[in-house]
């Protein structure tokens, strides 16, 4: 088993960074500026839509899809396997803007991956086409506040068949880009058959975001960082009214297809997660360098050089194990590599927090503040522990597997 990168992966990885380094980054105090400077829920600063149309124009969009068998008229993948993208995911993450304008930024990712994989002719012009040329962005509608969602047959939002109409009703809450001024629709899951077996009852299904009945209740903050303007919302929706053309794959479906939704999703959040880590330690030994305490460097106290060393251990460690998760879904499929992915959610996000922890104890009482980006780093880094599935489903899942090898063999 190889992760050496590709001669084509390492192309389009000098191709973005090129981008980044050459565009994005020079762009950055105008894109903080206009986004001061207007309003920030509503007003879209035009630099990035600037660089959105230079990065379509050089070709550097929409690289996040693997190869598929889906690809058809409406879109074919540029070709990057999982483990080819998984490094260049993991560059996109050193500046936070950088996904969205290469089009490769979550949720809008795994939506499309559903539409691509199975939606409809109707369904993908139009819904997928526009979120595909970067016109429009879309939220995905899972989590609810009156249940624990993170096992997922407890959801309660019901979606009623009427006539040629599904009929929704219920609450969703992190909603993450439900209020963006772009999002265009949400990809809801929801309980169409209660009395079906546990896990055919829920269904997915593509809801209009200005549909009649739909309202965003409030905005929630992430330890006070709001995000804006894409943002997590807690969405009500009473009597909303969508055509039945709007199921995706068929009712009872739809636990089939948040797994194969969520299994890409997770090796991007953690390859960012990993351009998080080595942030972090870069703020952290360029800190520890440049202070004095008792006579000399900061750094040069045991206590700073076990951490760092920890840290750099832990980041390839983690490296190596999202490569070979990428590289199982590449070469078994999603399913299969379930394990690996589990393995990869659970280690990233925590192992990021420490060394972003680390790294605001460095930084003493400037690392609390927002003089140094790591309070609002740490705040980002705590949310993906919860994001696509807290810590202790991904460990449930992996523990059961684990004991499954050992019961076989106990019950032979």
């Known amino acids: 088993m190889g992760f050496e990168q590709s001669a084509k992966s390492r192309e389009w990885m000098d191709r973005v960074r090129a981008f980044m380094d050459e565009e994005i980054a020079p762009a950055m105090p105008t894109y903080h500026s206009q986004a001061a400077s207007g309003d920030r829920w509503n007003d879209i600063p035009p630099i990035f839509d600037e660089l959105k149309a230079k990065a379509r124009a050089a070709g550097l969009w929409n690289i996040f899809m693997p190869p598929s068998d889906h690809d058809d008229e409406f879109f074919t993948s540029v070709g990057l396997t999982n483990l080819e993208y998984a490094p ?9 803007i950088a996904a969205e304008i290469f089009n490769c930024m979550a949720p809008d990712t795994g939506n499309f991956e559903v539409l691509h994989r199975y939606g409809t002719r109707e369904q993908k012009q139009r ?5 595909r ?9 899972m989590t609810e506040p009156d249940v624990a969602s993170s096992d997922a047959r407890n959801i309660q939002t019901s979606i009623r068949r009427d006539g040629d109409d599904y009929v929704i009703n219920g609450r969703k809450w992190w909603s993450s880009g439900a209020g963006h001024p772009r999002c265009d629709f949400f990809i809801l899951m929801g309980k169409t058959d209660p009395d079906a077996p546990a896990y055919n009852q829920q269904s997915m299904i593509l809801v209009p975001r200005h549909t009649p009945g739909v309202t965003l209740v409030r905005h929630l ?7 804006a303007p894409h943002g997590h919302f807690e969405v009500r929706l009473e009597d909303v009214r969508v055509p039945a053309e709007n199921m995706l794959l068929g009712e009872g479906r739809g636990f089939e297809i948040a797994q194969g939704r969520l299994g890409p999703g997770r090796i991007h959040h953690t390859m960012r997660n990993i351009a998080t880590m080595e942030i972090a330690l870069e703020k952290m030994c360029r800190r520890l360098v440049e202070r004095r305490a008792f006579g000399k460097a900061v750094g040069e106290h045991s206590v700073w050089e076990e951490r760092i060393a920890r840290a750099r251990c832990e980041i390839e460690m983690s490296r190596l194990l999202c490569l070979k998760a990428a590289h199982r879904m590449d070469t078994v499929g999603n399913k299969e590599a379930r394990a690996e992915i589990a393995m990869i959610k659970i280690a990233a996000p925590r192992i990021a927090q420490q060394i972003v922890d680390d790294a605001i104890q460095a930084h003493g009482g400037g690392g609390v503040s927002d003089d140094f980006g790591l309070a609002e780093m740490w705040a980002n880094t705590r949310i993906v522990r919860l994001t696509d599935g807290p810590d202790e489903v991904h460990e449930r899942q992996l523990a059961r597997m684990e004991l499954d090898k050992y019961r076989k063999g106990a019950a032979s």
């Open 133 to 141: 040329d970067g016109l429009t962005r879309s939220a995905f509608l």
């Open 127 to 131: 819904f997928m086409i526009p979120l």
């Open 221 to 227: 903050p992430v330890f006070g960082y709001d995000h």
């Open 88 to 96: 260049i995911a993991e560059l996109m993450g050193r500046i936070y």
